[in-house]
């Protein structure tokens, strides 16, 4: 199995091929096989949002942004421009990143003509793409010294709790949530996650923690519902998760499920922390209430894929055929639930956000 690997960070999930298009790690195939996909078309590009191939706030946003670069290839247009950039904006509706990326990229390309559009693009893309690397090697920078608190406070093993994919898969390179436990584990300070599976698509038990076993970090799967029990039981020293758009009060809004681990994390003392990259904080809403909560299919929950035993890939339905389901794919976790927010410039409670990136975002 090979890694696409770019100097400086473990692990790259995407990356311009250099004939107009770029190449993916299809997410949608992992932990069982590893295959990457090239993307030439802005049609390419959408779906692969769409279906997931691609997921992760920070990843979603850059994969959008060289979706633009492909479509000033194809027309560099203000009408093919436009259409390219609503075509990729409906494709998932609830990562800040996505609209963020698109909007700089469109600020980027106005002011040039046609004919400068798509060398514009294409390095603003891979701006953004470097950019959100050197983001996630801050945070995890910043969240290593809670990790190290974390081990002079037990003076053994730290656990860590984390839910569905926040790892280097999430974004270009790093992770958000797992940077710091990647740069844990490289300082040689004993670390040992409990991954959350992630019902219904299983992020945690495909992605996280297949990226924990080739990484090397200890790591234990657990059931979604196993994480209040393990804090009840002392189990966990802190909890680290990402986000998908974090509003300028500090409610979260993430991956399904983490309200429910925040909640169990503040009942039993258990620290809290959000890694958020500043092009996931979304400052024009006041509070989590506003954020779109994407709906998915229901066939996420009455459906399952994995491996049987001779290697092939088959799906199974786990309820009654004809079962109503509801899939809302994220939730909100209030302010106060949230210890503090991990971003690459220190680490913030949610009352400080304001004051800290009041004026500026992300380049
Ligand atoms: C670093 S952002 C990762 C974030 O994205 C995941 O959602 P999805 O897999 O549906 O794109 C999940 O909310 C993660 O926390």
Redesign the pocket.
């Known amino acids: 199995m090979t890694l696409a690997r770019a100097a400086g960070n473990a692990r790259r999930t995407i990356w311009a091929t250099g004939d107009g298009g770029v190449e993916i790690i299809d997410q949608t195939l992992l932990p069982h096989s590893y295959a990457t996909r090239r993307l030439g078309t802005v049609a390419d590009v959408a779906e692969a949002i769409k279906v ?1 191939r691609v ?4 990843l ?1 946003g850059a994969t959008a942004a060289y979706g633009m670069a492909i479509a000033a290839d194809a027309d560099p247009s203000d009408a093919g421009l436009g259409t390219a950039r609503d075509t990729l904006f409906a494709t998932r509706p609830t ?1 800040v990143n996505l609209g963020w990326a698109l909007t700089r990229m469109m600020a980027r390309l106005a002011g040039a003509g046609p004919a400068d559009r798509a060398a514009l693009a294409w390095a603003e893309a891979e701006a953004i793409a470097a950019e959100d690397v050197a983001l996630n090697a801050a945070i995890g920078d910043h969240g290593l010294a809670l990790v190290e608190t974390a081990y002079a406070a037990r003076g053994g093993t730290v656990n860590i709790l984390t ?4 790892g280097w898969l ?2 270009v390179g790093w ?3 797992t940077a710091p436990i990647y740069k844990a584990h490289a300082a040689g300070i004993p670390v040992h996650v409990f991954v959350d599976e992630t019902r219904p ?1 299983n ?1 945690g038990a495909s992605l996280t923690a297949w990226e924990l076993g080739e990484a090397g970090v200890p790591h234990t799967l657990v059931a979604d519902n196993a994480g209040g029990h393990l804090m009840r039981r002392d189990m966990v020293d802190l909890c680290i ?4 758009r974090t509003a300028a009060n500090g409610d979260v809004c ?2 399904i499920g983490t309200y429910l681990k925040a909640l169990a994390a503040h009942d039993n003392g258990v620290p809290f922390y959000v ?1 958020l990259p500043s092009p ?1 904080l979304d400052l024009s809403l006041g509070s989590g209430d506003e954020v779109p909560i994407e709906e998915r299919d229901a066939a996420e929950v009455t459906e399952l894929a994995g491996r049987t035993a001779d290697g092939r890939i088959e799906t199974v339905r786990i309820a009654p055929p004809g079962t109503p389901a509801a899939n809302p ?2 939730d909100v976790t209030p302010a106060r639930l949230v210890t503090a927010l991990v971003t690459e410039r220190g680490v913030f409670r949610p009352g400080e956000l304001k004051a800290v990136f009041g004026g500026t975002l992300a380049a």
């Open positions: 997931m997921r992760g706030a920070p979603i990562a839910h569905c994919n926040a999430a974004t992770g958000t949530a698509r992020q998760v990402g986000t998908d993430n991956k890694a996931t794919a994220f």
